[in-house]
């Protein structure tokens, strides 16, 4: 199963964009920071992530202010066909009910 779900900030987006068949896409970069338990040690993880929203959450995508955090749920794809790199394709976005969630 490929799923992700990651409570992020949006750090960068671009303009509204359409593919050939008219479908928009927003594509923006996502920010995470948060402390981890691995291996019985507490860990800070930290990482970047390109992120885009197709259809009719594109609008909802670009509607977040830069800094703002949501939860982000959606699948990890690569980039296109013969690339390596992998991008975020969002779902599904909520608002989150307590911000104190990251390095806590």
């Known amino acids: 199963m490929n799923q992700l ?3 992020a900030q ?3 987006k671009s303009v509204l964009r359409y593919t050939p068949a008219g479908i928009p896409i927003a594509t923006v970069s996502l920010k995470h ?7 019985g040690a507490e860990r ?4 970047e ?3 885009i929203a197709a259809g009719e959450i594109s609008s909802q995508m670009l509607e977040i202010e830069l800094g703002e955090f ?3 749920k959606g699948f990890l794809a ?4 013969n690339s ?15 911000e104190t969630h990251l390095l806590d």
Not at 33 to 39: G, I, L, P, R, V
Not at 44 to 47: S, T
Not at 78 to 81: I, P, S, T
């Open 78 to 81: 690569r980039k296109n066909r």
């Open 33 to 39: 920071d948060s402390k981890q338990m691995h291996a």
């Open 5 to 7: 779900t990651v409570v």
């Open 44 to 47: 800070l993880v930290e990482f």
């Open 10 to 12: 949006l750090i960068e």
């Open 84 to 98: 390596k790199s992998i991008v975020f394709h969002v779902t599904h976005i909520e608002a989150l009910k307590n």
């Open 70 to 72: 949501r939860e982000f």
């Open 49 to 51: 992530i390109n992120a």
